[in-house]
């Protein structure tokens, strides 16, 4: 049985000497024009931005899955009915608003519009509430709006800041903790503490001003609609905090302007609270809804050879942020789109050398992820519900996020560069085999800013390598950083440098290859933050 054995040994060393004299012949195949080819059909406006659940985000799907069956890299996840596919379909779950208004008088106030709301409440049918002004809504041994009053089950209406006399002394004391900026939560906490149903905040700001921030809010939440990888996972309340105008609070309280005013100049010239001087009542309706939106990871297999066991996966997401509500599409070209053909071609460039005998010895496994915009929700359900591939198996994750772009840093510097993070956080290997990778082949600048544990943006948290990494499994993360069309329509290709693109696409090539074909799986020596 010894020869078999030896014969095996041999033919693998001499293959695998084979593999190392032509990795530069496969990192060529890495072209800056098919990377731009790739990126025009992603990042076009018939993508409409790729929202997770999106008819987008499914066409961007099927483009990426035929290109892996075009270069032969197999499919891998198993379909209900035993067959394989490259798609990895998973449901997520938005929650939303449905019906969300304040009646009060003979007016319907509008979510989003008329006011804003803070945290998340659930009242899903039309209830009816008492209301009464509780002054500033301020309880203290020196000034106290509810020494004589019971609110509760009732809503209360209060104004934002600190009451003060006449000659602009806080009432409630010098040095009190009530007249600053985040005072409210305190109000907050102790009408819910007193008993209130609801509670609404009077801003100090004017009408003009509060309806451009509800614009603003509003937009802000069309945006980033609410995912999660679970059904009901929410935590409501049924008690609101509403911001709202001094317009509506007239109409809460069933009084007029004027009346609401001298409430309130007469706290300054009496010294005294006139919390229970303005009584009357609203209704309120704040409907949470839950659907689930179908979506999919897309990935393509290339099996290893004497190590075929062990896999590393690349990585990137696939998915952006859609269109905004003004009608302009977020193309997301950058982000990702760059990352996302970056693992197309280095599909490419493994696949081709397993065609011709040369492919690598453990197995890789290249992964576009969606709803990484809406908290990493693909990657998390990858490592965390699903692995295709057994974690333990997992040597280390390669990450590709925005990159060919160059920020805002180093515009009119270098643009041979590339962020490096996270390659020394797990395994000092890793971190070494990426330096050498790097001085051997391509020569980039690796700027390790942002692996800094004390970086304000905490980049390392903040893309799909880190639910690997959370596993104990190696990562590199390669980033070109941020710029001014981060999330804005102007993420588009034009803007994209192809030739930094093609380097770091190469340099991610050499990196994938030696962990690839070394003995040993890179050590987890490490675990810094």
Same mark, same amino acid.
């Given at each position: 049985?010894?020869?078999?054995?030896?014969?095996?040994?041999?033919?693998?060393?001499?293959?695998?000497?084979?593999?190392?004299?032509?990795?530069?012949?496969?990192?060529?195949?890495?072209?800056?024009?098919?990377?731009?080819?790739?990126?025009?059909?992603?990042?076009?406006?018939?993508?409409?931005?790729?929202?997770?659940?999106?008819?987008?985000?499914?066409?961007?799907?099927?483009?990426?899955?035929?290109?892996?069956?075009?270069?032969?890299?197999?499919?891998?996840?198993?379909?209900?009915?035993?067959?394989?596919?490259?798609?990895?379909?998973?449901?997520?779950?938005?929650?939303?608003?449905?019906?969300?208004?304040?009646?009060?008088?003979?007016?319907?106030?509008?979510?989003?519009?008329?006011?804003?709301?803070?945290?998340?409440?659930?009242?899903?049918?039309?209830?009816?509430?008492?209301?009464?002004?509780?002054?500033?809504?301020?309880?203290?041994?020196?000034?106290?709006?509810?020494?004589?009053?019971?609110?509760?089950?009732?809503?209360?209406?209060?104004?934002?800041?600190?009451?003060?006399?006449?000659?602009?002394?806080?009432?409630?004391?010098?040095?009190?903790?009530?007249?600053?900026?985040?005072?409210?939560?305190?109000?907050?906490?102790?009408?819910?503490?007193?008993?209130?149903?609801?509670?609404?905040?009077?801003?100090?700001?004017?009408?003009?001003?509060?309806?451009?921030?509800?614009?603003?809010?509003?937009?802000?939440?069309?945006?980033?609609?609410?995912?999660?990888?679970?059904?009901?996972?929410?935590?409501?309340?049924?008690?609101?905090?509403?911001?709202?105008?001094?317009?509506?609070?007239?109409?809460?309280?069933?009084?007029?302007?004027?009346?609401?005013?001298?409430?309130?100049?007469?706290?300054?010239?009496?010294?005294?609270?006139?919390?229970?001087?303005?009584?009357?009542?609203?209704?309120?309706?704040?409907?949470?809804?839950?659907?689930?939106?179908?979506?999919?990871?897309?990935?393509?297999?290339?099996?290893?050879?004497?190590?075929?066991?062990?896999?590393?996966?690349?990585?990137?997401?696939?998915?952006?942020?859609?269109?905004?509500?003004?009608?302009?599409?977020?193309?997301?070209?950058?982000?990702?789109?760059?990352?996302?053909?970056?693992?197309?071609?280095?599909?490419?460039?493994?696949?081709?050398?397993?065609?011709?005998?040369?492919?690598?010895?453990?197995?890789?496994?290249?992964?576009?992820?969606?709803?990484?915009?809406?908290?990493?929700?693909?990657?998390?359900?990858?490592?965390?519900?699903?692995?295709?591939?057994?974690?333990?198996?997992?040597?280390?994750?390669?990450?590709?996020?925005?990159?060919?772009?160059?920020?805002?840093?180093?515009?009119?510097?270098?643009?041979?560069?590339?962020?490096?993070?996270?390659?020394?956080?797990?395994?000092?290997?890793?971190?070494?085999?990426?330096?050498?990778?790097?001085?051997?082949?391509?020569?980039?600048?690796?700027? !390790?800013?942002?692996?800094?544990? =004390? #970086?304000?943006? $905490?980049?390392?948290?903040?893309?799909?390598?880190? *639910? @690997? %990494?959370?596993?104990?499994?190696?990562?590199?993360? !390669?980033?070109?950083?941020?710029? =001014? #069309?981060?999330? $804005?329509?102007?993420?588009?290709?034009?803007?994209? *440098? @192809? %030739?930094?693109?093609?380097?770091?696409?190469?340099?991610?090539?050499?990196?994938?290859?030696?962990?690839?074909? $070394?003995?040993?799986?890179?050590?987890?020596?490490? *675990?810094?933050?």
């Amino acid at each position: 049985m010894r020869k078999p054995i030896l014969l095996a040994l041999t033919l693998s060393l001499a293959l695998s000497v084979r593999a190392q004299n032509n990795v530069t012949e496969y990192a060529r195949t890495i072209q800056a024009a098919d990377l731009e080819k790739h990126l025009r059909v992603l990042a076009a406006d018939d993508m409409e931005g790729r929202e997770t659940g999106t008819p987008g985000q499914k066409k961007a799907a099927d483009y990426i899955a035929k290109y892996f069956a075009a270069e032969g890299l197999k499919p891998i996840v198993k379909d209900g009915d035993g067959s394989l596919s490259y798609f990895q379909p998973f449901n997520l779950y938005r929650k939303s608003w449905g019906d969300f208004y304040v009646k009060a008088g003979n007016q319907t106030y509008q979510y989003g519009k008329d006011f804003i709301v803070n945290g998340l409440m659930n009242v899903p049918t039309e209830t009816a509430y008492d209301v009464v002004f509780v002054g500033y809504g301020i309880g203290s041994s020196a000034y106290d709006d509810y020494a004589k009053l019971d609110v509760k089950g009732k809503a209360v209406v209060f104004l934002d800041g600190e009451p003060k006399n006449s000659q602009g002394a806080p009432l409630a004391g010098s040095g009190s903790e009530w007249g600053t900026s985040d005072s409210w939560r305190r109000k907050v906490t102790l009408a819910k503490d007193k008993g209130a149903s609801q509670i609404f905040i009077v801003s100090a700001d004017s009408p003009e001003t509060f309806r451009q921030m509800a614009a603003q809010r509003a937009v802000m939440l069309n945006r980033f609609n609410r995912l999660t990888t679970k059904p009901g996972v929410e935590q409501l309340t049924s008690v609101g905090t509403f911001l709202i105008t001094k317009e509506i609070a007239v109409s809460l309280l069933g009084t007029s302007v004027d009346k609401l005013d001298k409430a309130v100049d007469q706290i300054a010239k009496s010294g005294k609270t006139t919390a229970g001087s303005l009584k009357g009542n609203v209704h309120v309706k704040a409907e949470r809804r839950e659907e689930a939106v179908e979506t999919a990871n897309v990935m393509g297999f290339v099996e290893g050879s004497d190590k075929k066991d062990e896999v590393l996966i690349i990585s990137a997401h696939y998915d952006h942020i859609g269109i905004s509500p003004d009608g302009q599409v977020n193309n997301g070209a950058n982000d990702d789109g760059s990352g996302t053909v970056t693992v197309m071609e280095i599909a490419q460039a493994f696949a081709k050398a397993k065609a011709e005998g040369n492919g690598p010895r453990r197995s890789i496994l290249f992964l576009t992820v969606t709803g990484e915009e809406k908290g990493l929700l693909g990657s998390q359900y990858y490592a965390d519900t699903a692995p295709v591939l057994p974690l333990t198996n997992t040597v280390c994750n390669l990450n590709i996020d925005m990159v060919g772009r160059v920020d805002n840093l180093h515009e009119g510097k270098s643009e041979n560069y590339i962020y490096v993070i996270g390659s020394d956080k797990l395994s000092s290997e890793l971190h070494q085999i990426s330096e050498n990778a790097n001085l051997k082949h391509v020569e980039m600048e690796l700027d !390790y800013k942002y692996n800094d544990p =004390a #970086d304000p943006e $905490r980049i390392y948290y903040r893309s799909d390598h880190y *639910n @690997f %990494a959370k596993h104990k499994i190696p990562v590199i993360f !390669y980033f070109n950083g941020l710029h =001014a #069309d981060y999330h $804005r329509p102007g993420d588009d290709v034009e803007k994209i *440098n @192809f %030739a930094l693109a093609e380097k770091t696409a190469r340099l991610v090539f050499y990196t994938a290859w030696e962990v690839a074909n $070394r003995d040993n799986r890179p050590v987890v020596d490490s *675990n810094k933050p």
